[in-house]
């Protein structure tokens, strides 16, 4: 730290008790108070460099015995004035970043002016001040520091807004193209080459590439309302948005201890602020500074994590600030809500009422956001065509959003308290477009259901009704045909939509047979040429051989169930009243793998009195001789194939 020493004797005072006394051999005149401070010291040193003292003094000696001067204001108290004595004396003392300010300050409260002695104390720590604490990173610093204790008479003097200048401007520009600051900040000696010295010997050597984050933990140190000033500098003179958050997730996490609760090992820069250097603050500041933190970051995404952001959020709810700062947060959360993880949205139900484990009201704010902004970026859905659905620019996002909420509900499911409608406005507000499969929402639906047994059959439909039973995988479906506690409509659904994806499987098994056939003839002709393409050939016929064994037996087992199923429906006529689906369910246990469409369910539970149940039954019968007859023909057509 620089400093600059003033005045030529030697230290003459002496300190007893609350008492300095000057130790000249002169008896002292005059008896200067400065709080519970008494300072026994001589007129003439005082009065001839002061202005104030004067004055003072001329009134004092009016009466009569030893003089009595209060100083009850005096900037920087009894160690200021101490300084200013001893200045007055000529006794030596250093001028520091630490104490400049103070003496500045108080020189000026004094009126230590040049018009009563040249070199007076304000104009060396003006000098000083300019000179040598200005031009320095760590000396501006400390001095910008000092002001916190002083600030209204460093205010009058500009000092607090000329250090804050001088930082802005040492933090803005690039640490590689000047040495000092990134010098005095713990980087090696430079010369104006900039190559290394060592004992003053320029190495030739290059100082590392410094970061842009140097000055991060420095300015962390100071007051909120300094460091709100320091950062409205920069601003101002155009430092990246990314630089100025960067510098915010500093200071939050240096003065805000949940923020560091849930912190990753490798989240963190340990340049940055560790968890020990957490200064503990009342909550009434942190809830202030938190309420400040977000006004002074930018809205925009990807400037800082989202982990960063919930911790934000998770604080503020924990300390009660203002709505309007509540929401804020969640807004910026759901800018950047795809690049959350599950662990980000379990957050706590902090409210008094508790009516859920996780605040789940709060998630669904968040994906309000989301989508709002992804609608405005061209995230609308994108419809039912198919290659128009890949293109959008803005699925990726929300597939993601949309995978992170399944994921969410099945964490959330188990709750007992969960109502059922706050579950369904989670589910329907991620849009259809947005899930490619509908496994995660089964998932979440089918532990939500076991969770919560006494729900009715008519609640159970409503909520299953969310789910489309055609983008579940085959995994899933399997699963749902044989779940007891799907509604019965559902699982008929499932069913339906299971064997119509097994004939699309079989005639797209067919067209490769084909195709392999034709590439089997082209093989077989260069043979002779190529070896090795006949031993892929080989491979191949004998994949595509369990391939169609294993859909032979598929088939048969189609066959099977397709007679049952005639039979079944068959009996239909026999019985009359809506039983009569009861006892096909009872039978079949809902165990099979092949599906009846909804319509066939529609039109058993609908007839009446008046012999529909007969023409409904000759339509079904049409349909499974159909049926029957297409998978006679596949089977014998894997016959001729062989």
């Known amino acids: 730290m620089a400093c600059m020493k003033l005045g030529s004797k030697t230290d003459a005072f002496q300190k007893q008790g609350q008492a300095w006394f000057c130790?000249?051999?002169?008896?002292?005149?005059?008896?200067?108070?400065?709080?519970?401070?008494?300072?026994?010291?001589?007129?003439?040193?005082?009065?001839?460099?002061?202005?104030?003292?004067?004055?003072?003094?001329?009134?004092?000696?009016?009466?009569?015995?030893?003089?009595?001067?209060?100083?009850?204001?005096?900037?920087?108290?009894?160690?200021?004035?101490?300084l200013v004595a001893k200045f007055c004396y000529g006794v030596k003392l250093e001028l520091t970043a630490a104490n400049v300010v103070y003496l500045r300050c108080a020189a000026e409260h004094l009126e230590m002016t040049e018009e009563y002695e040249e070199g007076n104390l304000i104009s060396q720590t003006e000098v000083f001040l300019n000179q040598v604490v200005l031009r320095n990173?760590?000396?501006?610093?400390?001095?910008?520091?000092?002001?916190?204790?002083?600030?209204?008479?460093?205010?009058?003097?500009?000092?607090?807004?000329?250090?804050?200048?001088?930082?802005?401007?040492?933090?803005?520009?690039?640490p590689n193209l000047f040495g000092w600051p990134v010098m005095e900040h713990g980087g090696p000696m430079q010369s104006p080459g900039r190559s290394v010295l060592w004992n003053g010997i320029s190495t030739g050597a290059r100082p590392r590439n410094s970061n842009s984050d140097w000055w991060y933990e420095d300015a962390s140190s100071l007051s909120l309302s300094l460091y709100k000033r320091l950062i409205s500098a920069m601003e101002s003179r155009g430092v990246k948005h990314e630089i100025i958050a960067g510098s915010l997730n500093s200071y939050a996490r240096k003065y805000l201890p949940g923020l560091n609760r849930r912190q990753g090992v490798t989240e963190f820069s340990n340049r940055l602020t560790p968890v020990g250097s957490v200064v503990s603050l009342p909550e009434e500041d942190q809830k202030l500074l938190l309420e400040e933190i977000d006004q002074l970051l930018p809205m925009q995404k990807g400037l800082v994590s989202t982990k960063f952001l919930f911790g934000l959020l998770r604080t503020a709810k924990i300390l009660r600030v203002s709505?309007?700062?509540?929401?804020?947060?969640?807004?910026?959360?759901?800018?950047?809500?795809?690049?959350?993880?599950?662990?980000?949205?379990?957050?706590?139900?902090?409210?008094?009422?508790?009516?859920?484990?996780?605040?789940?009201?709060?998630?669904?704010?968040?994906?309000?956001?989301f989508l709002a902004v992804d609608q405005v970026l061209g995230g609308a859905s994108p419809g039912s065509d198919d290659g128009h659905l890949m293109g959008s620019p803005s699925l990726t996002p929300i597939t993601m959003v949309a995978k992170l909420i399944d994921g969410y509900l099945a964490e959330v499911a188990p709750d007992v308290n969960l109502k059922l409608p706050k579950l369904q406005s989670l589910i329907a507000a991620v849009p259809e477009y947005a899930r490619p499969l509908d496994d995660g929402l089964y998932r979440a639906m089918d532990i939500y259901l076991k969770s919560h047994p006494w729900l009715a059959e008519s609640d159970r439909e409503q909520l299953c009704r969310l789910m489309d039973c055609q983008k579940l995988s085959l995994e899933a479906s399997t699963h749902a045909a044989q779940n007891e506690r799907l509604p019965l409509r559902i699982i008929v659904q499932v069913l339906f939509f299971e064997q119509l994806q097994l004939r699309t499987s079989i005639a797209g098994c067919f067209l490769v047979s084909e195709n392999l056939d034709g590439?089997?003839?082209?093989?077989?002709?260069?043979?002779?040429?190529?070896?090795?393409?006949?031993?892929?050939?080989v491979r191949e016929n004998q994949v595509l051989k369990v391939g169609m064994d294993s859909m032979r037996i598929r088939v048969s087992e189609l066959e099977k169930e397709c007679s049952n199923m005639r039979q079944e429906i068959e009996k239909l006529g026999r019985v009359k009243g809506s039983s009569a689906w009861g006892n096909v369910s009872k039978k079949f246990g809902f165990r099979l793998k092949s599906q009846m469409c909804s319509a066939e369910e529609e039109s058993v539970s609908k007839h009446d009195s008046n012999g529909s149940v007969k023409t409904e039954k000759g339509k079904h019968t049409l349909k499974i001789e159909k049926a029957k007859d297409k998978i006679g023909k596949e089977k014998r057509r894997l016959t001729s194939d062989d």
Not at 30 to 45: A, R
Not at 49 to 76: F, H, N, Q, W
Not at 154 to 170: G, M, T, W
Not at 338 to 364: G, K
């Open 23 to 82: 130790t000249t051999g002169l008896p002292s005149d005059i008896v200067v108070e400065v709080g519970e401070m008494s300072f026994h010291l001589h007129k003439f040193p005082l009065l001839s460099k002061s202005g104030i003292m004067e004055r003072l003094i001329a009134e004092a000696s009016e009466g009569e015995g030893l003089s009595i001067i209060k100083l009850p204001d005096v900037p920087g108290g009894t160690k200021s004035f101490e």
């Open 323 to 369: 709505p309007s700062c509540t929401s804020n947060l969640e807004k910026r959360i759901g800018i950047q809500l795809d690049q959350a993880t599950l662990e980000d949205l379990l957050m706590p139900n902090f409210s008094y009422s508790m009516e859920t484990l996780y605040d789940v009201d709060c998630v669904c704010r968040i994906l309000e956001h």
């Open 137 to 174: 990173w760590k000396d501006s610093l400390k001095a910008l520091q000092t002001c916190d204790d002083i600030l209204s008479h460093a205010e009058e003097l500009q000092v607090p807004e000329r250090c804050i200048d001088s930082l802005a401007a040492k933090a803005c520009t690039d």
């Open 519 to 537: 590439s089997r003839q082209l093989r077989s002709g260069m043979m002779d040429q190529n070896d090795g393409g006949w031993s892929n050939a």
